[in-house]
């Protein structure tokens, strides 16, 4: 499956090959746990783990679905601005949450990749993640991606530099680079850019997640929080996704035309 495949070539999943019926790649935001937990009068990491369980079952719809990859925001760049306390508990249940599920997730046939700067984290935490993603590398399921102090300005920002490198060093020339080269620097390189996005909990901005690959994303936002987030209003996201008319810059005439070819 070209999707999957270990190369460098970043896969695109824009027309005229995809019929727009399901999305290939969904990312996610996933905001409201905060609000959950205050609305119930629990602490903070109550709604974080509630939203725990919500992962679980996303995941779980994406995989019956087929949705090829599906990647979520679980750690921005900016979260360490939070409370030493919540960010403490918020990457201590990150890592009993990958724990408990990474067996479960690999007999399931989900590829697992982290993207971000992870040399932030705790040693225990950054060997959970290789190990997930050693375990799981050879897996033609779902890829899951979980973005951990990850910033999409950070993210063109380190792919800069690392063509930079190569300019300095003689291998390549200034003008040779362009936005293919780019992404082969990215973090998602070799895999499709998502073709819907959606953000729970009712602020409508994507807060320095993909920026680069949300280009020609379908943007979906939703009230609900994500603890509440469920099968049921994905298959509404999904749905929204479906009646949309993506154009890539061409006409809607020239889109129905290129369907009926
Ligand atoms: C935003 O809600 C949520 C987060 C910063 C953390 C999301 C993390 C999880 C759901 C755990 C994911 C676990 C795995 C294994 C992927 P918020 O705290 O900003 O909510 P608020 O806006 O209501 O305050």
């Not at 905001?31 to 602490?43: F, I, M, T, V």
């Not at 050693?134 to 063509?163: E, M």
């Not at 293919?180 to 994507?206: N, S, V, Y």
């Amino acid at each position: 499956m070209a999707f999957f495949s270990k190369s460098t070539t970043p896969v695109k999943s824009q027309p005229p090959e995809q019929d727009g019926a399901l999305p290939v790649h969904v990312a996610i935001i996933m905001d409201g746990n905060g609000r959950w937990a205050k609305q119930r009068y629990l602490p903070r990491i109550a709604g974080h783990r509630a939203g725990v369980d919500v992962v679980r079952t996303i995941v779980e719809a994406c995989a019956a679905k087929g949705i090829r990859v599906l990647t979520l925001f679980a750690f921005s760049s900016e979260n360490w601005r939070r409370p030493e306390a919540e960010v403490n508990l918020l990457v201590d249940l990150l890592l009993t949450s990958l724990q408990r599920e990474v067996e479960k997730l690999h007999k399931n046939g989900i590829r697992l990749r982290f993207i971000g700067e992870r040399s932030a984290f705790n040693a225990k935490l950054i060997e959970m993640m290789s190990s997930a993603e050693r375990l799981t590398a050879d897996n033609t399921g779902l890829t899951l991606v979980i973005a951990l102090n990850y910033g999409g300005r950070w993210d063109v920002t380190q792919a800069a530099q690392q063509l930079a490198r190569r300019v300095e060093a003689g291998e390549i020339r200034a003008d040779d680079i362009d936005a293919a080269m780019m992404e082969t620097r990215l973090c998602l390189h070799g895999l499709p850019e998502p073709d819907l996005f959606i953000r729970t909990g009712g602020e409508q901005r994507i807060s320095n997640f993909l920026l680069w690959h949300l280009s020609y994303t379908e943007l979906y936002f939703t009230a609900i929080l994500w603890p509440d987030f469920d099968a049921r209003a994905f298959d509404d996201a999904l749905a929204s996704f479906s009646s949309r008319q993506r154009r890539f810059g061409r006409t809607g005439d020239q889109v129905e035309q290129a369907k009926g070819a």
